[in-house]
């Protein structure tokens, strides 16, 4: 019944799920209550009509295991790049077990020059455990790479539901809208944090804006 659940979220973001996913479903499902997060300082908040419109972060260096896709549709990117990494946290790494979730998961995105549209290529990147930080245990799957990231500062909002290019750009757009005219963050390239895995309808993500070093 898990799997046919998963399927159909699959066939929503227009990816065909296979077989040998099983076995990661059903694992996740079993740890779904324990998920490590990614730690950070909260720098600031600004609100607007008494509720919290973005935060000002900062993420410390630290490994993650990545993957790059570059599938027609966004969500199939990430689908693609989340059933790689599911496999990895779940068996297929050099220890051989569960190397437990963090969140959120990160889906890095470039916009074309005239900023209309993604670019094809998404990074899809996992936080490893912070057991796991200082020995990132080895993937199977050579397309897995483990990155250690710098230290990064972000300014970030959170929206609700389905991650598409219609609704990234869509949120990329209202930021903008928010912050007014600024140089001090990227305007190329922009992350999507997603917090719950894509079986759930009104999922939590949140929108990060790239302060400029």
Request: aromatic share 10%.
């Amino acid at each position: 019944r898990l799997f046919a659940h998963w399927e159909a979220v699959a066939s929503t973001h227009r990816v065909s799920l296979p077989r040998d996913m099983a076995g990661p479903i059903a694992q996740m499902a079993r740890h779904s209550q324990a998920r490590e997060p990614v730690p950070y300082v909260s720098l600031s908040q600004h609100g607007k009509c008494e509720e919290a419109a973005y935060e000002e972060r900062r993420y410390p260096a630290g490994k993650w295991a990545c993957v790059t896709m570059g599938e027609p549709l966004y969500e199939q990117s990430i689908s693609m790049s989340f059933m790689k990494l599911m496999r990895y946290i779940c068996k297929e790494n050099s220890v051989g077990c569960h190397l437990g979730m963090t969140v959120p998961v990160l889906n890095e995105i470039h916009l074309t020059k005239e900023g209309t549209e993604l670019e094809r290529e998404v990074l899809t990147a996992y936080y490893l455990p912070g057991e796991f930080q200082q020995n990132p245990p080895v993937p199977m799957d050579p397309e897995i790479h483990i990155i250690e990231r710098a230290p990064v500062r972000v300014i970030t909002r959170v929206f609700y539901g389905m991650t598409t290019e219609e609704t990234i750009l869509r949120e990329i757009s209202l930021f903008w809208e928010l912050l007014g005219s600024t140089d001090t963050v990227l305007r190329e390239t922009y992350i999507v944090a997603s917090y719950e895995n894509p079986s759930v309808p009104q999922r939590r993500n949140e929108i990060w804006f790239i302060c400029r070093a």
